[in-house]
Every structure is written in C-alpha cells, then in structure tokens.
C-alpha cells in the first residue's frame, strides 16, 4: 500500500542547491518553485534574498555561482533527509527591488532538454520509424533518449521549419507516446496507467485540497481515420478505435460517457496519403487521449517528492464518481516560509500538440501580417515590371486601395528558360491569387476564373465532351472526345480538322481550296489554280495509272522532252495532230506505218 504524503515528514523543511557541482551550504533562500509536467519542459524557479543598498552590490548575483549555463540541482525533504526535485541549466538570471528596500535574485532554469525548443529546422527523413527519428533528434542535442519503438517505416517524413521539440512532439501524439523528461533525460512512452501507486492521499487526512472534473463530451465511441489513397482513388480507412480503460479512477468509464454526446464514429481525416498502419495508430492515439481526458482536475497535498508525471496517486474518500488511482501529468512543488506543499494535476487535455499556435511558423516568416488562403484579383497591366521578373500587375479588390495594384508572378503549367507555355490573361480578367508563404505582398496568380458576366466560349455539360482553347480573336484549338476529332481553326476559317471518327486529315482555306487524306486516298481540290513550283526535281510514281485530265489546254514544255512507254504509245488527236521541230525529224520503228 503507498504511502500517505504525510508520512517521514517529521522535522523541518530543508532545501538544498548544488550549483555546477559544488554543494552551497549557507544560502538565503526565500521560496523554491518547480514544476515537471507531461509534454512539458521542467522548470524551476529559485528566489534569494541578495542586494544591499549602501554599497550596491549584489554578491550572488555578481558571482559565477548562479551565471546563465551552470547546471543546477534541488533537493528538498525533512529533517535530515531529502530528494532530488530537479536539475537543469540557468536560463534566465534576474534581480528585483521592492519599493521598501528588498532586494532579490530571481534564478529560472530550465531542463536541458530545452535546448530542443530553441530554433526550427527543416529536414527530410528517408526510410526511418518515428522512434529512430525520435531518438536521433534527442541524441543531436546531447540528451538521453529513452524511446519506445515504433512499427511503421516511411519512405519519407519531412520536418518543416519547426523546432525539434514540436516535431518530437507531434509524432509522438500520433503514435500514443508521452514526453517525459527529467535531468537531461528524455523518455517518449505510452503513460503508465497501470500498477502501484506512488502515494495514497485521503479527505479529511492528508489532502488540502482537490477538485476533479468529468466532461462527456471528451468521450468517443469510435474513432476511425480517413485517407486519400490514388493507387485505389479511393478514401481509405484505418481500423476503428474502441474506448479504452486505463487508470482506474471513478465509475464511469469512457464508453459510458460516450453515450452522453458522441456520435456514432469520431472522423479523423488527411487528404494526403498515409499508410493504414498510420491511420490505425492515429485512431487510437485519439482514443488514448480522450481516456486520459476523461477525468481531469487538481489536488494539494503537504510536499513530497515522490510524486512526479507519468505516475498513479490513489484518491481516497472523494466520493465514487473520483476516487481511484489518478493519472499524474503535472507536478508542481511550492517552498517557502519553512512550509513545502506539492500541487498535483491528473487527466490530460484532450488536444493535439500541433493545435498550439506557436508550432507552425507564423505566416510570411512574421515579417509582416500575413494574408491565408485565396483571393481574387483583376488584371490591371501585363508589362513594365519595374524589376523585370515577367510579373503582371493585379488590382487585389477587397483592399479597397487608393494605389496602383500589385505586381504578382504568373503559373503556367510549363514554364523553362526561353521555351514553354506563354498564355497571359487579358486586361480586366478576374484572376486567382495565392500568396508564397502567405506574404502579401508576393502574390502569385494560379489562373483566370469564368463567371456569368465573364462567360467561357463553350456551354458546360455534363458529358463533358469538348475540350478547347480560345484566343481573344477567335483562334480555335478544339478537341471532340465524343467523335475523336482535333480541330484547328483561324478567324478568317482556315482550319486542320484531323478526324479519327472518318479516319481523315482535311486542310481547309477560307477560298474552299482543301486537301484531304482519307482511306479513299489524298484529295487536293482547288477553287481557282493550282501552282506546283520546285527549285530541284519533281517525281510522280504511281503503282497503278495515272490520268491527267484538262478541260482547256494541256502543256507540257521543258528543254528535252522524253515520253517512253514500256509497251505501247499512242499519240491522237480527235481534229488534228502535229508532230514537228525545227531541227531534224526522225520517226523510227521496227515497222513504220503511216495512213
């Protein structure tokens, strides 16, 4: 059975302070504060009376004892016994002067852990667990890591411009891990719910104080998460997450809560692909929350160091709603005036880490007020970009300013050096503007939007059949996805209609003149004449005949003229012929026969 808090305190309360090492015997301590908590940088605060007002000197203060970086330990207990309360590094060194005359030196340290909190960092991790990223980054600020493993290896997690401690964090909620860190150690396990308690406290015997609180709507009776998967383009979903019992504390459970407001399953939802392992641990890390959340609340009791987070203390005499074996996540200890009392806080808050404000940068770096999501704008110019970035200038309407608009960069879908796609917007289009890290004064603009008073050149249909691009002056590339059909077509209607539908190539003029390829052959009609010109040779070869029909005149002229027949040539005229040069004649045969 634990032990009252009561118990082995006889005798006075006594601190003591190790600073870098060395034992400080004789120190005017006025009051003593440190707090440990789940998920939470340790914290101590020590207050010395220090200063003296003849000479102004603060000898403490002036001294190296208690300098920014000196490692720090705590003891506290009774009589002739203590035990460690914390240890850490000075942060933070500070005097105060009263307006009677007391002077004081205010002393804050903070675990070694912190230095985990301080900056963010990018990186990109290939082939890794969470518990091995976990690990790594602890180990890259010199700290103890004690980290429960994890099962699901991904291909790539990405850290972005976050602190090391938040992204330890983040993925530590989505596996069901807790931080706990004391002296430089820090340990990411599933809470310890279970076993024997560290302290007994009863109502009336040991307790000073307590309050608890029961709030159904924290409670689920399932929890399931949702993905997005484009192998199946399916949403995708992980196991459901039943209540689950940890501590016991009260007389009702989880799922008995549930019934009060849950709805049937509590959704948990990413757009972006995650493997089902993940979804499955997502869920019930969401559970695992909502249980430490069931019962939160404080208790004050005389100080003992025995009590620290990620432990049990039994509840006694509460009433049956509370009494039970607590869940630790806060301890706090108080000393001063000779008197030491420890504050204690059970239950969790049922909260992501990332819903804090400060884990993601804040937007445009925090160089200025930034502007989220999408907005939309009006084109105003789309040349003289004074920085000569091939930027447009856009109006930004809801503004509402007095000046000139802004000048924003331009998607296109490709874009490279001197070649790719170039289709600007015109003058007066209503455009959609996004912002690069939310700056706005950096806007970029996605593409033009169709409204009513701005209409496409096609009517929307459901089968969605026609694909096209228009220009301002009527230059038509269109697709028929019905017929199979691409369609290249001019203002004046000069147009290339390739047809696979009539498995036809036809090029058309505005005159009628066309050509057409067809399984029927190549047909080149023309409305007026035809012109062949080549500055080399010209070669017609047929497999079969070939007929040349004039209904006027037909010439042939060239400075030699050779007409050769394989088999026969017959020359005829149906009114008259002529055969004759000016030079010699030679009419030759076999036989030679003429009338």
């Known amino acids: 059975m634990a ?8 005798g006075p309360v006594r601190v003591s302070v190790i600073a870098g090492g060395a034992a400080l015997t004789t120190l005017p301590v006025v009051a003593v504060t440190v707090r440990r908590a789940i998920n939470r940088i340790s914290w101590a605060e020590i207050v010395l009376a220090d200063g003296d007002m003849p000479t102004g000197q603060f000898k403490l203060s002036d001294a190296a004892t208690f300098a920014p970086g000196v490692e720090l330990t705590i003891n506290a207990g009774y009589g002739n016994s203590e035990a460690p309360l914390f ?16 002077s004081r030196l205010v002393i804050e340290c903070r675990d070694a852990a912190a230095k985990m909190t301080i900056g963010r960092s990018n990186a990109n991790y290939l082939q890794q667990k969470d518990s091995d990223i976990i690990s790594s980054l602890i180990g890259n600020h010199g700290l103890s890591a004690d980290v429960a493993s994890t099962s699901t290896q991904y ?99 989880g799922a008995t809560l549930a019934q009060v407001a849950s709805p049937a399953t509590y959704i948990l939802q990413t757009g972006a692909t995650q493997p089902m392992a993940t979804l499955t ?37 509460v009433g049956a709603r509370f009494s039970g074996s607590v869940y630790v ?25 990332v819903e804090r404000e400060d884990v993601t940068a804040p937007l445009n770096g925090g160089l200025l007020p930034g502007v989220s999501g999408l907005q939309i704008g009006v084109v105003l110019k789309l040349d003289g970009d004074p920085e000569g970035e091939q930027r447009i200038q856009v109006n930004v309407p809801v503004l509402q300013a007095q000046t000139q608009g802004v000048w924003a960069r331009l998607l296109q879908f490709y874009a490279s050096n001197a070649f790719g796609a170039f289709f600007l917007p015109e003058v007066g289009d209503e455009v959609l503007l996004a912002y690069l890290n939310g700056d706005p004064s950096h806007p970029v603009v996605l593409g033009s939007l169709y409204s009513s008073s701005r209409k496409p050149p096609y ?8 694909k096209a691009i228009v220009t301002r002056c009527l230059h038509k590339i269109e697709f028929n996805e019905q017929d199979k059909i691409i369609t290249v077509i001019t203002p004046g209607k000069n147009q290339v209609v390739l047809d696979d539908k009539n498995q036809s190539i036809t090029v058309q003029d505005q005159h009628n003149n066309s050509i057409k390829l067809s399984s029927a052959g190549i047909a080149l009609n023309s409305q007026s004449d035809i012109k062949l010109t080549a500055q080399g040779g010209v070669t017609i070869t047929a497999n079969a005949a070939i007929n040349i029909n004039a209904q006027a005149e037909l010439k042939a002229t060239g400075l030699n003229v050779t007409c050769e027949a394989q088999v026969g040539f017959t020359g005829k005229g149906s009114a008259t012929a002529e ?15 003429i009338n």
Request: hydrophobic share 40%; glycine share 8%; net charge negative.
């Open 281 to 317: 641990d997502w869920a019930k890390a969401a559970q695992q929350k909502a249980a430490l959340a069931r019962i939160r609340g404080r208790m004050r009791f005389r100080g003992n160091a025995s009590a620290v987070p990620d432990s049990l203390i039994e509840a006694k005499g």
């Open 87 to 102: 240890t850490g590094i000075v942060v933070r060194h500070s005097v105060k002067i009263e307006g009677n005359g007391s």
């Open 155 to 253: 291909d790539e997690l990405v850290q972005f411009y976050c602190s090391d401690w938040d992204f330890m964090l983040a993925r530590a909620d989505a596996n069901g891990l807790l931080v706990n860190v004391d002296a430089g150690k820090v340990s990411v396990k599933a809470p310890k719910t279970s076993g024997s308690a560290v302290l007994s406290t009863t109502w009336g015997i040991d307790l000073m104080s307590f309050e608890a609180d029961i709030d159904a709507r924290t409670q689920y009776t399932a929890v399931q998460a949702v993905s997005w998967d484009p192998k199946q383009q399916a949403v995708v979903q992980g196991s459901s997450a039943s209540p689950v019992s940890l501590n016991a504390q009260g007389n009702l459970s």
């Open 3 to 10: 032990d009252s808090p009561n118990a082995n305190t006889d």
């Open 459 to 466: 009517t929307l249909e459901a089968q969605n059949n026609t």
């Open 329 to 353: 996540s806060t301890v706090e200890h108080n000393l001063s005036n000779g008197s030491w009392t420890t504050e204690v806080e059970f239950g969790l808050r049922p909260f992501w880490h």
């Open 579 to 593: 055969l004759s040069a000016a030079g010699q004649t030679t009419v030759k045969g076999a036989m030679v026969m």
